[in-house]
């Protein structure tokens, strides 16, 4: 059975940092097309992140660019996001998410197929 268990989350004040990780079990980690997702209270969720099999490629909109890093370290089986500079507008659920067998770059959300709980990410102003 497929898990994913995000943690890392917590409230910091806004410019701090934050690193989330996902730790992956029951799949091909090493073998799929991985992202971050967030949704806001009275938000839809929408896209942070997104990186291919390899981590040779990375993906981001444009309200995070420059601001997070999304890397995986196969070995681990763990998905990190490294959030910097954070806002008060980067207050959310983040949920990580596997597409197992593909390679590229995936970044929309019905695309996934395996979510995480989702870990809460608080940014006081």
């Known amino acids: 059975q497929v898990h994913l268990v995000e943690s890392g989350g917590g409230l910091v004040q806004a410019g701090s940092s934050l690193r989330l990780s996902c730790v992956v079990s029951?799949?091909?980690?090493?073998?799929?097309?991985m992202g971050w997702f967030r949704q806001a209270p009275g938000k839809e969720r929408e896209f942070v992140a997104a990186?291919?099999?390899?981590?040779?490629?990375?993906t981001y909109p444009d309200s995070v660019k420059g601001r997070f890093t999304i890397s995986r370290d196969n070995a681990k089986n763990t998905l990190y996001l490294q959030m910097n500079s954070l806002k008060p507008e980067d207050t959310a659920v983040y949920y990580c998410?596997?597409?197992?067998?593909?390679?590229?770059?995936?970044?929309?959300?019905?695309?996934?197929?395996?979510w995480g709980q989702g870990t809460q990410v608080t940014v006081s102003s």
């Open positions: 990186i291919t099999w390899s981590g040779g490629s990375t």
């Open positions: 029951g799949g091909p980690f090493s073998f799929s097309a």
């Open positions: 998410a596997a597409r197992f067998g593909v390679l590229a770059l995936v970044t929309r959300m019905n695309e996934y197929n395996y």
